[in-house]
């Protein structure tokens, strides 16, 4: 009889290393069997997967996809983390969004407070809260326990007054503010294309060295970049440029390296692209900790995370709680040190007090029930995180040098450089949405048109002018608005005709993608009778290619001699009598709005 060491593996003990070649080889039947014929290293390249930024994602990372040492958290390069002991003490600052008063009061405010929330974002002046109302905002708020984000704008200074006012008035000591006042001209600029003046954010930034030393004056805001579609590394990219364009203004106007450094805080989106997000974070700590060190002033970067935007659906909003979930759990991971977590309602106007409340839950969840804080950069040592951060970081400092080479951040945004870029990374993107390559759960895939809108107060406009705010699911929602009008005018949505052909089993898949592909575009599938009486004036076939090879055609005249106008088919080929083809990877976005275009609904 074998006796087997105790090793705590004892069934593994027998067993021979699998080698990577080995793998490759199984992977090459694998493809063999779809058709292609690939080996080795090709065969591997096959299931990689391309992203934004000339990035590709791998099947199988080992220990051959080496990085270079990201060192201990605390310490530089900074990427496990910006404070050796990471978030073990008490989770992540959960930092909720405020742009309105619930009645006049500070009552959402001190709800958030109340119940997990640990600081506060305040929009005010444009877009937000009155700058006069700041008081009555923060009326019940301990001011030395809570730290307090200003969002001003234009009227950052008035704003900072205000809050520094009321410091004064409440007996807080200037050592025991926390926080940031929120300057950040040049992502005004790029919100509305209206340049401000540096001066008073110097003024700012010099009055907090001097006096506040917990409280910084400015915010390096990548939102702009993030919400107008641009990429990873051009966020970061813009983020570093921004940055260093206000290191220069800072240490002109008198403050040192070190002092210029500490007045900045930067701000990130989270996306429910949880590697890439936990990349990214990781990435942007490096970049900076590079940068600083060049500059004189070595310190980890302050990162207050946003779950994304862009990824919030207006359709299904329910499904956005499952993104901001995805999203928090990767900026926990990523190290960041405040995460915001929008409201599921954020895209459909001022959220209520049950989506304010499962915003909060969601970091509390991951920080006390999943136990997420309790181990530092828990993602680190992971091949595929290891490079994955490097070659962010790499193309991000690439996109950031290209910058500086057109004259840095202010030049790029006034010279319309960065419009340009993220315009044609959005476009790139939109081809992949519109192909539904990039699902989008309950808007491009799988919708629910009988679902009841859900209705909120309208939100406060947000400042405009400049860079456009874009989001994953405006191609489809255009189509659906088409829908819900047409609803409104005539009673029913606009309707195809599903024709199966042969059994269950040849056509419930094909049925199955074409009532999803519709619906996406408002459009109603009627699966059950017959074409007469469906109200219908198009339809689509759905069954085998073997059987359409036999009754494609007769199938097709016998719809048109029922009154339809335009009959699709289901897969692809060449069969007489059909006028266009649905199939995995078409546009969906064309071939809904065509759809709807020829039957009349505008």
Not at 190 to 214: H, I, K, V, W
Not at 358 to 371: C, G, K, Q, V
Not at 509 to 536: C, H, K, W, Y
């Amino acid at each position: 009889m074998t006796v087997l060491p105790d090793d705590g593996l004892p069934l593994a003990a027998e067993f021979p290393d699998a080698t990577h070649e080995q793998w490759q080889r199984l992977v090459e039947g694998v493809l063999r069997k779809s058709g292609k014929e690939l080996s080795g290293a090709a065969a591997e390249d096959a299931l990689s997967t391309t992203l934004e930024d000339g990035l590709r994602t791998r099947p199988l990372y080992t220990a051959r996809d080496s990085a270079p040492d990201p060192g201990l958290p605390g310490f530089a390069p900074f990427v496990r983390g910006g404070r050796p002991e990471g978030a073990l003490t008490n989770g992540w600052d959960v930092r909720q969004r405020h742009t309105a008063l619930a009645g006049g009061t500070a009552d959402t405010v001190l709800a958030d407070l109340e119940n997990g929330g640990t600081s506060l974002w305040l929009v005010l002046g444009e877009g937000g809260i009155p700058v006069s109302e700041l008081g009555r905002a923060l009326d019940g708020v301990y001011l030395d326990l809570a730290p307090i984000a200003l969002d001003a704008g234009r009227d950052t200074a008035q704003a900072a007054e205000a809050l520094l006012r009321l410091y004064a008035d409440k007996g807080v000591a200037a050592d025991a503010v926390r926080g940031n006042l929120g300057g950040d001209p040049l992502g005004y600029e790029a919100r509305t294309g209206t340049a401000l003046d540096f001066a008073p954010f110097a003024a700012l930034a010099a009055r907090c060295a001097e006096q506040y030393p917990g409280l910084r004056a400015l915010t390096v805001d990548a939102l702009p970049y993030h919400e107008a579609g641009g990429s990873a590394a051009q966020e970061l990219g813009a983020s570093l440029a921004t940055a260093v364009a206000y290191l220069r203004e800072l240490t002109e106007s008198g403050l040192g390296a070190e002092q210029a450094a500490g007045q900045l805080e930067f701000r990130y989106a989270a996306t429910a692209d949880q590697f890439l997000t936990i990349a990214k974070l990781r990435a942007a700590r490096r970049l900076w900790a590079r940068v600083a060190e060049v500059c004189g002033a070595p310190g980890a970067q302050v990162q207050h995370v946003v779950t994304s935007p862009v990824m919030m659906t207006r359709r299904d909003p329910w499904v956005n709680m499952l993104r901001t979930t995805l999203a928090t759990l990767a900026a926990g991971v990523g190290g960041a040190d405040s995460v915001t977590v929008l409201p599921f309602d954020h895209a459909l106007g001022l959220p209520d007090a049950f989506a304010r409340r499962i915003a909060r839950n969601t970091s509390t969840i991951l920080i006390e029930e999943s136990h997420l804080a309790r181990v530092i950069d828990p993602a680190g040592g992971s091949w595929y995180v290891e490079r994955l951060t490097d070659e962010l970081a790499e193309a991000a400092w690439q996109y950031f040098r290209s910058v500086e080479r057109d004259g840095g951040q202010p030049a790029v945004l006034r010279s319309g450089r960065i419009r340009t870029d993220l315009a044609t990374t959005w476009a790139e993107r939109s081809k992949k949405l519109a192909k539904r390559r990039e699902p989008v759960t309950g808007v491009s895939e799988f919708p629910l048109l009988a679902e009841k809108p859900v209705e909120r107060a309208p939100a406060p406009e947000p400042p405009s002018g400049g860079l456009p705010r874009v989001r994953r699911d405006e191609a489809y929602e255009e189509l659906r608005a088409r829908s819900d009008a047409h609803l409104a005018a005539t009673g029913a949505r606009p309707r195809v005709f599903l024709a199966t052909i042969g059994p269950a089993a040849a056509h419930t898949a094909r049925s199955a993608f074409a009532a999803n592909l519709f619906q996406a575009g408002g459009i109603e599938p009627v699966t059950e009778g017959r074409f007469e009486d469906s109200g219908a004036t198009e339809a689509v076939l759905c069954s085998s290619d073997a059987l359409y090879a036999e009754q494609a055609e007769q199938t097709a005249q016998s719809l048109r001699a029922a009154g339809a106008r335009h009959v699709f088919l289901a897969g692809r080929g060449d069969h007489p009598g059909i006028d266009s083809y649905v199939f995995a990877g078409c546009d969906a976005v064309d071939v809904l709005s065509a759809t709807l275009d020829r039957m009349g609904v505008s």
